[in-house]
Structures are given as structure tokens and as C-alpha cells.
């Protein structure tokens, strides 16, 4: 059993659901991620996504993607991610970290590489955005085989047998995108999200993660009551942009305690 598999056991026993923070990799700097990573635990997150900055991000929007550009600065890649992440198993050997990103990277890296690497350095997931179920067989295959989830995107325009292929791909989570567009769009209709909610659960027994667009402490209670997991990205995010180097891990375990007091209040 994976990690994210234990730790979605582990929360059902308890009752509880998960908090799934994103943060960019690198993003305002290197030398910040891991201390972020472990301020994001001790603050309440489950699992954490971590982001792999690139160039042309298509489900990224403007605040994401300025995030990618600044980590790009510092020349951050695929493989100081792995570093990083591998810093951080150091003195976390336990909390989940899904990478989320682009198959470009990964291309170029060579798949059975990547995967090796991703093993060593103690990724648990990954979500490659642009890596359709149908064309990734093999890859999913060589994640599985080394204890790592492929994690696959849902939206609100998949239809029933669309789900069905991905589902069978995926493990460890799924992660429905509950509003048309990139992340960090429109409030979102919570009404709506719950009906497709519940019609993916009739499709899946994996837990369910909803993300893109909840944006402060009371979606995230809402999102709490449907789903198994409340994703946060763009609004971290927006928080290590408008923090200085001094008090942005400070700022980030703020956001963090008060989603999960929300997200426990359920």
C-alpha cells in the first residue's frame, strides 16, 4: 500500500478528510521549498502537491504560472525538484508529495529514468497534466510498480465512460477540477460539484480530491462535506507571491491552520 493510500485509510478511521496544499517548487527560491514543505505538514496539510515549474503550463493560470516563472530563475528543473523532495524525506518519511506537472520534463528525462528517480527520491504521486490515460499505460505501469500513484485529472465536461478509462488508470486519488477553465478561475458552484462528486463515487472507490477554485476557509469546509480531499493551489500560492523571503513560511502555516480548522469543522 502506498502512502497516499495509508494516509486516506488512516484519515477515514479518524473521520477526517484530507488537506491537500500546492506550492510551487522553487518558488520565491530554492533555498525556501523544504523548509515550506514542513512548515505546510506542521501547519495540517495531509499530502502536499508540489508543482514542477515550466515554461507553457496549459491548466496553470496567471498565478501559477508566475510562480513557474520565478522558480525558472533560479534555474529550477525536474531534477532539483527530486533533489528537493528527497531533502525534505530526510526528516519526513511520512507525509505524502504528489508532483504535479507537464510531460515534457518527464520526455526528456527519459520515463524509466524519471521513474527511478521519482522512487529514490520519495515522490508518492504524480498528476502529469498532459498525459492522456490512453497514451500512458506504460509509464502508469512503471509508477505502480515502484509504490507510486499516477493521479489523473477530472472535469466537469468528462463524460461517464471517459471516467471510467481514467479511473482504471489511476490510483491513490482522483482529483475532479470543479470548475471549466484554469486554476485560480470563477468561484465555484458547490451544488453542482457535489452532483459530480457523487456520480464519480459510483464510478471509483478511490478517494476524491476537489480543487480549482477553493479559495478560502469556508469553500474549503463546503468541499470537506462532499469530497474525501479539499486542494488548495492558487491561493497558496498567491500568498508566497505577495509575502517577503522573511515571513512567507510564516504566512503559508497561517492559510494552512486556518483551512484545516475549516476543514475539521466540517
Partial sequence: MSRIQT??????????????????????HPDKTVEMLHSLV????????????FSDPMADGPVIQRASERALVHKVGLRKVLALVKEFRQQDPKTPIVLMGY????????????????????????????????????????LKARDIDPVFLLSPTTEASRVDVIVNQASGFVYYVSLKGVTGSKN???????????EIRTLTTLPIGVGFGVRDAATAKAVAKIADAVVVGS????????????????????????????????
Fill in 7 to 28: 494516509t486516506f485509510e488512516n484519515l477515514k478511521q479518524s473521520g477526517k478528510k484530507a488537506l491537500i496544499p500546492f506550492i510551487t517548487a522553487g518558488d520565491p
Fill in 42 to 53: 506542521k501547519a495540517g496539510a495531509d499530502l502536499i502537491e508540489l508543482g514542477v515549474p
Fill in 103 to 142: 510531460a515534457n520534463p518527464i520526455e526528456a528525462m527519459g520515463v524509466e529514468k524519471f521513474a527511478d528517480a521519482a522512487k529514490d527520491a520519495g515522490i508518492d504521486g504524480v498528476l502529469t497534466v498532459d498525459y492522456p490515460p490512453e497514451e500512458s499505460i506504460e509509464f502508469n505501469a512503471m
Fill in 188 to 198: 465555484l458552484d458547490i451544488d453542482e460539484v457535489a452532483g459530480r462528486v457523487a
Fill in 235 to 266: 491561493r497558496m500560492v498567491q500568498t508566497v507571491e505577495s509575502s517577503t523571503p522573511d515571513n512567507v513560511v510564516a504566512n503559508l502555516a497561517a492559510l494552512t491552520a486556518e483551512l484545516r480548522q475549516a476543514i475539521d469543522s466540517h
